[in-house]
């Protein structure tokens, strides 16, 4: 979502700032906007729409000073307008802000009846306002800031930025993340490492509930106690080179065309050989009496194929949750229970607070990308999926590095439960080590189905449909494909589809089909021939085998490489992943940044 940054600076603050926002621009944001203190004199600029916005107009109106914050807006309180737009600035004060207040309308009328109006419709204007008050009481800067931060309830992440200090920046955190960064007589500020990677690779994160002073000569932290605080500094190595469309023309193409190399980095790292290579902090399975998983959007259909993998090969119990749920029905949680949080960003709100909620109940296990963030430092244990940056929203190789993890953890509870010997588990990761090269074979099919995707481009309503582990796929596929095209898509279960769906089938309406040649693979062909029966066009995905049965009448088929029913779903995702893409470029929507989407949930 929202994101931020800080600089205190020898040179001009406003270019850097602005290079920094387009490191960002991944989180998802409707609006921009600097601003900066020059010989004590706070001022700011700001825009709708792309930075590039921001950037004509700072060639027409620069904003000088050496001391700055930036902020891009996914807007939450108000439409995205220039003056919803952050900074925000009352008085002295300028303020960015990720998150929600949410007691801002309180906060609001007292001011109103202290004499203080409000010129936008945002929470977070409400914050510069209550600095401001509290600098009219005669406090100091630094003082104003703890005071405001102390009234305010909600999650966020804040910067604040003061007129007449050119050496201060004061940072807080509550649920949101933020990180500072040291340089050579500079320091920085910034929601996640990427943004301050081309700056610096030493980061401090601060931990929840803490609040910063940052000046050029080093930052004091402070806890929720308001105790000094001795978090430590890190060194972050961020891949520039992933930061990158590396000649793509979307960093979604870039990604969906990385992933049998992060793949086999992913499946390298936890498999040697014929047995597994997990840490020691996992537990054992055979300890294990069941199993919630809990994530949020294409992580919560990760976990949803990981079910199928649990449950079959382990015979251990599997419960799915989507987050947002998990947080308020409050389950019951026993102590031989494993508590399993996937998230790419391992920030995302409702996922941490699943976590916080289960953290004194159960073992907790995560699957991140990101190995620093809030979510990995608050696990027992957590499994990088090493991906690298994903900056195209539409989730990716995120997505087929989360499946290869879960399914190493899957086949280590088969192990230790005593479901699968040594030959059969040694087969399995054989299995395992073969994926990297079935999805570059997959990838060699995306001309086909680009062509297959520009007629996809001129319906209203796509069906997707798969049985077992695909079901998910199905799922997973109907997501990607209205999150970047916009085209109505629903993903059914394909025995479902007679209970309901079914009513949608006519010659407008394309059913996509994820269907190798399984078990299940002559139910699925029955499915089939109930949609062909009233006039539904098909594009199936399958393998030669399966096209080979699937007989007359298929409107379109992709052609996938035979893999193993274990790992079909990693497999599977490619298509998914190429039909949304070239759907959405043949609409000509805008692949990376999706309307009204964001890369990283902070907020509810």
């Known amino acids: 979502m929202c994101g931020i940054v800080g600089i205190l600076s020898d040179h001009e603050a406003a270019p850097v700032l602005v290079e920094a926002l387009k490191r960002l621009e991944y989180r998802g944001y409707d609006s921009a906007g600097i601003a900066t203190v020059s010989n004590g004199k706070l001022d700011r600029r700001r825009a709708v729409g792309k930075l590039v916005n921001l950037s004509d107009l700072l060639v027409h109106d620069p904003l000088p000073g050496k001391a700055g914050i930036g902020h891009t807006r996914w807007a939450t309180h108000g439409a995205p307008t220039t003056t919803n737009a952050h900074p925000h600035r009352a008085g002295r004060v300028a303020v960015v802000h990720n998150g929600i207040i949410e007691n801002y309308k309180a906060l609001r009328e007292d001011l109103l009846a202290k004499g203080y109006a409000p010129e936008s419709e945002t929470d977070t204007e409400t914050v510069a306002m209550l600095a401001q008050s509290f600098l009219d009481q005669g406090l100091s800067p630094r003082d104003a800031a703890e005071q405001t931060i102390a009234r305010l309830d909600g999650a966020f992440a804040l910067a604040f930025l003061f007129d007449g200090e050119n050496d201060l920046i004061i940072a807080a955190r509550k649920g949101s993340p933020l990180a500072v960064g040291y340089g050579e007589g500079e320091m920085y500020l910034g929601s996640d490492a990427i943004a301050l990677a081309p700056l610096t690779d030493r980061i401090t994160y601060l931990d929840e509930g803490d609040w910063a002073v940052i000046t050029r000569a080093g930052v004091e932290i402070m806890d929720a106690e308001g105790r000094l605080a001795n978090r430590p500094v890190k060194t972050v190595h961020i891949d520039t080179t992933r930061v990158d469309k590396a000649g793509h023309k979307h960093f979604m193409a870039k990604e969906i065309a990385e992933q049998p190399t992060v793949l086999s980095e992913a499946i390298g790292h936890y498999v040697s050989g014929d047995s597994l290579n997990l840490p020691a902090e996992v537990p054992d399975f055979s300890e294990i009496d069941r199993i919630v998983m809990v994530a949020c959007g294409t992580a919560s259909y990760a976990c949803a194929v990981a079910k199928y993998w649990f449950e079959g090969l382990a015979r251990i119990p599997v419960e799915v949750d989507i987050a947002s749920e998990f947080r308020y029905r409050e389950p019951p949680i026993g102590p031989r229970t494993l508590a399993?949080?996937?998230s790419q960003s391992g920030e995302t709100a409702d996922t941490l607070a699943a976590l916080r909620y289960v953290a004194d109940k159960a073992r907790i296990l995560s699957v991140v990308n990101v190995?620093?963030?809030?979510?990995?430092?608050?696990?027992?244990?957590?499994?990088?999926?090493?991906?690298?940056?994903?900056?195209?929203?539409?989730?990716?190789?995120?997505?087929?590095?989360?499946?290869?993890?879960?399914?190493?953890?899957?086949?280590?509870?088969?192990?230790?439960?005593?479901?699968?010997?040594?030959?059969?588990?040694?087969?399995?990761?054989?299995?395992?080590?073969?994926?990297?090269?079935?999805?570059?074979?997959?990838?060699?099919?995306?001309?086909?189905?680009?062509?297959?995707?520009a007629e996809l481009s001129e319906a209203q309503d796509v069906l997707?449909?798969?049985?077992?582990?695909?079901?998910?796929?199905?799922?997973?596929g109907a997501l990607k494909l209205k999150e970047i095209s916009?085209?109505?898509?629903?993903?059914?279960?394909?025995?479902?589809?007679k209970h309901g769906p079914i009513a949608l089938i006519d010659a407008h309406v394309p059913v996509i089909v994820m269907a190798p040649k399984d078990g299940l693979f002559e139910k699925t062909i029955s499915n089939m021939s109930e949609v062909q029966a009233r006039?539904?066009?098909?594009?199936?995905?399958?393998?030669?085998?399966?096209?080979?049965?699937?007989?007359?009448?298929?409107?379109?088929?992709?052609?996938?490489?035979?893999?193993?029913?274990?790992?079909?779903?990693?497999?599977?995702?490619?298509?998914?992943?190429?039909?949304?893409?070239?759907?959405?470029?043949?609409?000509?929507?805008?692949?990376?940044?999706?309307?009204?989407?964001?890369?990283?949930?902070?907020?509810?």
């Open 340 to 342: 399993i949080f996937v």
């Open 464 to 476: 997707f449909l798969g049985r077992g582990a695909l079901y998910p796929l199905a799922l997973e």
């Open 371 to 453: 190995a620093e963030s809030t979510i990995a430092r608050e696990s027992e244990v957590a499994l990088p999926i090493l991906a690298g940056a994903e900056i195209g929203v539409a989730s990716t190789k995120a997505f087929t590095c989360q499946l290869a993890v879960l399914a190493t953890l899957a086949l280590k509870a088969a192990a230790d439960r005593g479901e699968i010997g040594a030959d059969a588990l040694a087969d399995r990761l054989a299995d395992v080590r073969q994926m990297p090269a079935l999805l570059a074979q997959a990838l060699a099919r995306e001309p086909h189905i680009a062509a297959i995707s």
């Open 535 to 604: 006039g539904g066009r098909i594009v199936l995905v399958t393998d030669a085998e399966g096209r080979g049965e699937a007989g007359d009448g298929v409107w379109h088929v992709i052609e996938m490489p035979t893999v193993s029913p274990f790992l079909a779903p990693i497999l599977y995702a490619v298509p998914a992943q190429l039909l949304a893409y070239h759907t959405a470029v043949a609409k000509g929507t805008d692949v990376d940044q999706p309307r009204n989407l964001a890369k990283s949930v902070t907020v509810e």
């Open 486 to 497: 916009y085209i109505h898509a629903e993903g059914y279960a394909s025995g479902e589809l």
